[in-house]
Structure formats: C-alpha cells, structure tokens
C-alpha cells in the first residue's frame, strides 16, 4: 500500500471546474440513491446536486455540492460538501455543513473546516488512482477522520439505474469509528454508482448531467454496448428521457 501524501498548497488551485473523471462536479449534475438493506428496498433516498454556488474555504474557492436524504417523505439529513480541484486534477475535500434531524434536534456532528479547529483539507479522489494507493479523504481531528485505499480498477458494479464495467474500487475506513468498513464504487464521467457497507447497498438510481455532451458519454459508458436494450423498463425510459434532453431539437446553452 503505497500512503499517498500531497502537501496542500492553496496556490496550486485555480478556480478550474472539476473535471476529475471519477468525480466529475458540473454544476447540475444530480445524482439519486436508494438504500437497500438485506436485499429489501427502503424508503431511504440520497440525492446529491452539484450547485452553481461556490466558497472560499482555506484559501480556495470550492463548489458546493447539496446532499438531502428523506427517510419517505421526510428529510432526515442535509449536508452541504465542498470542493475543489487542484492543477494536477485532484479533487479535494474542504468542508462538510451537516444537519441530521432527530426528536430532539438537529445534530451537526460531522460538520469540519479545512484550516479550522485542526482541520485539514483531505482528497477525495486522485487524478490518476492506481491500486495500492491510500489517502485521506477528511482529516478532522476528533470529528471525521475517513482514509480510502484504491483495491481494484475494473470492478462490476450491478445498480438500479444499470451495470457498469471498470468501475474503480475503494475500500473506505474510519479512525473515529473502528471496524466501519465501506467499500465504494466510481465509473467514469458518472461517478459514484454504488456504496456498500455490511449487508446495506446505497445504489445509483438516476443521474442527471448539468452538461449535454457528458450526457452521451454517460449514456455510451453504461456496462459497455447494449446497456439501454438489457434496462428494466423503467431504466428504458431514464435513459430515453436521457436522449430527449441531447436531441438536436435540445441546443445546450451555457
């Protein structure tokens, strides 16, 4: 395992859009998850949006991403994480605004501050992962303390919303929380599809691109050729609906 370790330096990063192919954070690009348990669907849905907003955090601007789960109709958390990506096309990870809301309240545990408190900006995802590479994705002292470890490059990964072929692989664990295994799963120009953690799967179900051209490449890396004849029907619509939005009837407009 080789520990992956980049001094962080506020002038290595520019304002450029994140265009890590792993992590890929267009403004508009939506991402929805469902939790599945023990192979039962829950009502548990994650939804993760890319803003147009942006904050200076430890010297750097970084864009916001929204993340709000519902638990049915229900909100039970709302988290706004921030980003940014440096020269080489790392992708950092700044901060992270949380909000759980529980009968007693809201509880921010979780919340940190790159440059704060201790806190330290982490990566979440390398321009270039190879397997064996190790990293920290938060590094909060006492609040969020997360490190990943690349273990494969063309892993299947099986969702909702498709399969997906050469996913990459991490394995994801906690010093605040010893024994929290994860493991996660990224397919190029999408994402993160797929996060398992004991016998609870948070699989894509849909996602939208804030970027039409992104939009083919998506559609065109679904588990290689013939993805949309192999959908269930309502992945068939998705990705219909998909081809409406990039139709040449739909000019894209920055």
């Known amino acids: 395992m080789a520990e992956i370790n980049i001094p ?15 992590f890929p954070l267009t403004p508009g690009n939506t991402w929805v998850y469902q939790d599945i348990e023990g192979g039962v669907v829950t009502e ?5 949006m ?9 010297g750097v601007e970084c864009v916001v991403a929204k993340d709000v789960v ?8 709302s988290t706004k ?9 790392n992708v950092w990870y700044f901060a992270e605004d949380t909000k759980t809301f529980q009968p007693g309240g809201v509880d921010r545990t979780g919340t940190f501050r790159g440059g704060v408190n201790g806190a330290a900006p982490g990566i979440i995802m390398l321009a270039h992962p ?12 006492g609040v969020a303390v997360d490190q990943a470890e690349v273990t494969s490059l063309n892993e299947f990964a099986n969702v909702l919303f ?3 072929q050469n996913c990459l692989q991490t394995r994801n664990t906690s010093a605040i929380i010893p024994g929290d295994i994860e493991s996660k799963f990224y397919k190029v120009r999408i994402g993160s599809v797929l996060e398992t953690s004991g016998d609870t799967r948070t699989e894509l179900v849909s996602f939208t691109s ?9 559609m065109a890396g679904f588990g290689g050729h013939g993805a949309i004849g192999t959908a269930s029907p309502p992945q068939k619509t998705e990705h219909a609906q998909l081809a409406d939005v990039i139709a040449p009837h739909h000019p894209h407009t920055a």
């Open 8 to 22: 962080f330096d506020p002038s290595n990063f520019h304002g450029d859009p994140i265009t890590n192919q792993f």
């Open 50 to 58: 890319v803003t147009n907003q942006t904050k200076v955090i430890d």
């Open 210 to 218: 804030g970027n039409a051209s992104s939009l083919v490449q998506s």
């Open 81 to 89: 994480d921030y980003y940014a990506q440096d020269v080489a096309g």
């Open 130 to 141: 190879q397997i064996g590479d190790s990293y920290f994705e938060e590094n909060a002292p």
């Open 162 to 164: 498709g399969s997906f």
């Open 44 to 48: 548990t849905v994650d939804t993760v």
């Open 70 to 77: 519902r638990d049915g109709n229900e909100i039970t958390e």
